[in-house]
């Protein structure tokens, strides 16, 4: 993790070393760069390793990626594909979008911030406002998801997006 909070997707290891090598480009816009799906995925990690071990160094990780996230919520509310993407070219990723929901509803749910429970309730609402499908014939329930923008595999729904999205709404209840 970054000094400011944001996370890299993948990394080659020195396993004798126990130290991070090579930041590896795969979805994002370069190696160093800060993937949403991974950060969002990041924060739930670090809330799941938190609730199941305790440890405080954790949830602390999760805070300062959570914050990172939040610091860079565009207005509309739905991310980037990538935090670090400077193209103004780049697509949304409703995926990421409903997997930093989740992680937001999950670590309300442990540090009972009310900051982070009315962002998890406006990127919902965006997400229903502005990404959900209406054409019945879609094949999904979020529009504009980026599965690989570097393979132009956007623009189009995701199951893990859709689940993430599902799974958010009912635990907002």
């Given at each position: ?71 860079n919520l565009p207005e509309d509310k739905i991310l980037w594909y990538d935090f670090k993407d400077p193209s103004l070219e780049k ?83």
């Amino acid at each position: 993790m970054g000094e400011d909070g944001s996370t890299i997707q993948c990394a080659t290891f020195d396993c004798e070393e126990l130290s991070r090598l090579n930041p590896i480009k795969i979805f994002g816009h370069s190696g160093k760069s800060c993937l949403a799906r991974s950060h969002a995925r990041a924060i739930l990690g670090f809330l799941e390793v938190y609730e199941t071990l305790g440890a405080e160094r954790w949830l602390a990780a999760a805070e300062r990626t959570a914050s990172y996230a939040l610091a860079n919520l565009p207005e509309d509310k739905i991310l980037w594909y990538d935090f670090k993407d400077p193209s103004l070219e780049k697509p949304k990723d409703t995926a990421a979008t409903a997997m930093l929901a989740l992680a937001l509803g999950r670590k309300t749910r442990i540090t009972k911030s009310e900051n982070e429970l009315l962002a998890r309730d406006e990127i919902l609402h965006a997400l229903i406002t502005q990404q959900m499908a209406a054409d019945p014939e879609y094949q999904g329930l979020l529009k504009n998801g980026c599965a690989n923008h570097n393979k132009k595999l956007e623009n189009m729904s995701l199951i893990y997006g859709d689940y993430a999205f599902v799974k958010a709404l009912y635990e907002s209840v």
